[in-house]
T-cell receptor
Framework: AQKITQTQPGMFVQEKEAVTLDCTYDTSDQSYGLFWYKQPSSGEMIFLIYQGSYDEQNATEGRYSLNFQKARKSANLVISASQLGDSAMYFCAMREVNDYKLSFGAGTTVTVRA | GAGVSQSPSNKVTEKGKDVELRCDPISGHTALYWYRQSLGQGLEFLIYFQGNSAPDKSGLPSDRFSAERTGGSVSTLTIQRTQQEDSAVYLC????????????????FGEGSRLTVL
């Protein structure tokens, strides 16, 4: 069964606007970690932000914030003040308790327009 | 460099040939992962190494795929008798630790090896 679902294959956003990327996950564990990675056209995977299921506050890293709704099993990424350099593919991933690998979603392509 | 290094960056081969992909993880990282990314798709887990423990090979798609990690450092992913469906980018990643939710350490990825099977 798919553990991570990203329903938006592609999105366009105007420069300087905010964009929200959806991510829902499926796990029976009470403890787990959620990650977001960025993959520009060059191909490297860049870690953006982490949210632990036990964290009471939503994670933030600069212009990135994670809207974590545990009851809904969603972990949406919000990018504020979009820049042209934000154009990339974004992946949501999860690590379950006592596991080591990350399970990735299919990704969302973001294109920032000037 | 200080990052994860993969070679070759690009490999074009003929169907039926064997290929070897190499990964040199970040020094001191005990965990090493191989993922596969088909065009425009997400990442598919292949195999995981942690220290001297037996690797988790549960993601390998067939017995044509194998991987080893020598001396707890460099890893080689081997694909025998390549097929066209093996064409993908093979990504290697390393991290400081292995499992556990409180391991917030992210995976550090290499730039990948793009494999094209003609």
């Amino acid at each position: 069964a798919q553990k991570i679902t990203q329903t938006q294959p592609g999105m366009f956003v105007q420069e300087k606007e905010a964009v929200t990327l959806d991510c829902t996950y499926d796990t029976s564990d009470q403890s787990y970690g959620l990650f977001w990675y960025k993959q520009p056209s060059s191909g490297e995977m860049i870690f953006l932000i982490y949210q632990g299921s036990y964290d009471e506050q939503n994670a933030t890293e600069g212009r990135y914030s994670l809207n974590f709704q545990k009851a809904r099993k969603s972990a949406n990424l919000v990018i504020s003040a979009s820049q042209l350099g934000d154009s990339a593919m974004y992946f949501c991933a999860m690590r379950e308790v006592n596991d080591y690998k990350l399970s990735f979603g299919a990704g969302t392509t973001v294109t920032v327009r000037a | 460099g200080a990052g994860v290094s993969q070679s070759p960056s690009n490999k074009v081969t003929e169907k039926g040939k064997d290929v070897e992909l190499r990964c040199d993880p970040i020094s001191g990282h005990t965990a090493l992962y191989w993922y596969r990314q088909s065009l425009g798709q997400g990442l598919e887990f292949l195999i995981y190494f942690q220290g001297n423990s037996a690797p988790d090979k549960s993601g390998l798609p067939s017995d044509r795929f194998s991987a080893e990690r020598t001396g707890g450092s460099v890893s080689t992913l081997t694909i025998q008798r390549t097929q066209q469906e093996d064409s993908a980018v093979y990504l290697c990643a390393s991290s400081l630790g292995g499992g556990g939710v409180r391991n917030t350490g992210e995976l550090f990825f290499g730039e990948g090896s793009r494999l094209t099977v003609l």
